[in-house]
């Protein structure tokens, strides 16, 4: 099958599944095309494959279900504006959007996931190729509304050779399928805000539970942390260190002609669309045990404004031996609730509130659009929400240092082995980012105090004896 000058998506898909038929069939099975599928993680609906990503409630575009047109921008099809789409038909699926390597390659937002009609679809489809970086950050990066404002660990850079803020796509030049691995079309990876999962990506995999052999002295007490502490906590001492992230939004605000006002991040304060905005750049992440299983808030679940809401809570405490500390971004904000069936608000954004800025008129309409009852009387709720930090991992010598989160007190090599004398190197007490103060909370997560000085969670096991006074 040949393309002509002027092919419609549609037919440069056919053409792609005139070679791989069998690509086309293995992709409609997966969660990036039906935003759906196992849900091994979603705690109390770990045996559920009917979560979609259209039942669960986010802060900051707050729902799929009432805006499909603007959200499938970011689905691999053409045409989903509404219920109606056909989910069994590989003719929708949009090849290009993960396999362009010109990167001229986008969509329309307006236009329910078709491409920008001014495109040369033609010429983009001779020059396809396994999917770049720059393919799935033109989706990931951007989630959100902006770049990097959802994850924080996702900026555009990402995508550039050489970039100095990770270590295994900007000095590796790495791919992101080569941690997310691929098996027809199923990629491995789990995000916070999506139910379903198709692998798990762990850092053991090529670095194994002892990796830390090449700090001498000190190994073999990096290595015992990995039971306790995720890979990532210290070896991403801190994220969206280029590009600033989102870390409130508050649509309490929204609807209002204000000057533009941007912050010293040169991000806008305000939108009307979206009311007052605050960021943040080269942030400490928040420290939480995580088992990597994690709540979640879906559509028409009862909610109690006497506190946040949480959204996607991870899941996890101090006596839990499958959880480990994770670092994690949090985002805080204030959205729509109707006031007299205590549910979240899903309005309606492209064709009603961003046009009227009415939230009476965008609410029902978002309501009769995914079927849930609305009284007629909304009021804004505080919520709030987290996103797991992978990426951004520094070089080796840039991870934490003992006395970033223990005093120095605590790590002083005689304190527990007498007869150290001379082996305690005052510079293994000095921090590597000394102008962060109180890194962890211990107490927070659980402990009376420094666990260097009061023991750990799982001191006390046969050939371990009590820990150090």
């Known amino acids: 099958m040949s393309l002509k000058d002027k092919s419609s998506p549609q037919e440069v898909t056919q053409t792609c599944l005139s070679c791989h038929p069998r690509v086309g069939q293995d992709l409609l099975k997966t969660a990036h095309w039906n935003w759906k599928g196992y849900s091994p993680t979603l705690a109390g609906y770990e045996h559920r494959t009917d979560i979609s990503l259209k039942l669960m409630v986010n802060n900051y575009c707050v729902a799929i279900g009432p ?49 920008d009609p001014s495109l040369d679809l033609v010429a983009i489809s001779q020059k396809v190729g396994r999917p770049s970086r720059q393919a799935c950050g033109a989706c990931h990066f951007y989630s959100g509304g902006a770049a990097n404002a959802k994850h924080g660990d996702l900026e555009p850079s990402l995508a550039e050779m ?40 762990n850092c053991e995999k090529c670095h194994g539970s002892t990796p830390h052999g090449v700090a001498g002295p000190l190994s073999r007490h990096l290595d015992d942390h990995i039971r306790n502490i995720a890979c990532e906590t210290c070896h991403i001492p801190s994220f969206a260190r280029l590009a600033p992230t989102l870390l409130r939004r508050d649509y309490s605000a929204a609807g ?20 007052a905005l605050t960021w943040g750049k080269d942030l ?60 979240l608000a899903l309005p309606n954004f492209l064709e009603d509130y961003w046009v009227s800025f009415d939230w009476a008129k965008a609410i029902a309409e978002g309501m009769k659009r995914v079927g849930l009852p609305y009284s007629g009387k909304y009021g804004f709720a505080e919520t ?19 006395s970033d989160c223990h005093s120095s007190e605590a790590i002083t090599c005689t304190r527990c082995h007498k007869k150290a004398e001379g082996m305690d190197l005052p510079a293994r007490r000095l ?37 150090p006074k």
Request: aromatic share 8%; hydrophobic share 30%; proline share 8%.
């Open 431 to 467: 921090p590597v980012y000394p102008e962060v103060k109180h890194r962890i909370d211990f107490k927070a997560l659980g402990y009376p105090d420094d666990p260097a000085m009061v023991g750990g969670r799982f001191y006390i096991t046969i050939g371990r004896g009590s820990p």
């Open 67 to 115: 805006n499909l047109q603007q959200c499938m921008s970011c689905h691999i099809g053409y045409g989903g504006v509404d219920d109606r789409y056909d989910f069994k038909n590989p003719a929708n699926i949009d090849c290009l959007i993960c396999h362009d390597t010109t990167g001229k390659y986008r969509k329309d937002p307006n236009q329910g996931g078709f491409p």
């Open 162 to 201: 050489n970039t100095p803020i990770d270590m295994h796509m900007g000095t590796l030049n790495m791919r992101c399928q080569d941690c997310h691995t691929t098996e027809e079309h199923r990629i491995a990876g789990m995000s916070l805000t999506a139910p379903a999962v198709e692998g798990r990506v």
């Open 384 to 402: 709030k929400m987290y996103s797991s930090i992978h990426h951004e991992v520094v070089p080796a010598k840039k991870a934490l240092g003992c």
């Open 284 to 343: 400490v992440p928040t420290y939480l045990w995580y088992d990597g299983t994690r709540n979640a808030a879906l559509v028409g679940d009862k909610i109690d404004v006497s506190s946040p809401v949480l959204l996607n809570a991870p899941v996890g405490e101090k006596r839990s031996p499958a959880a480990r500390i994770f670092p994690f971004k949090v985002h805080s904000g204030v959205q729509p609730y109707d006031t007299e069936n205590k549910i």
């Open 256 to 275: 209002q002609d204000r000057p533009d006002v941007r912050d010293r991040y040169g991000m806008p304060t305000y939108d009307k669309k979206f009311g």
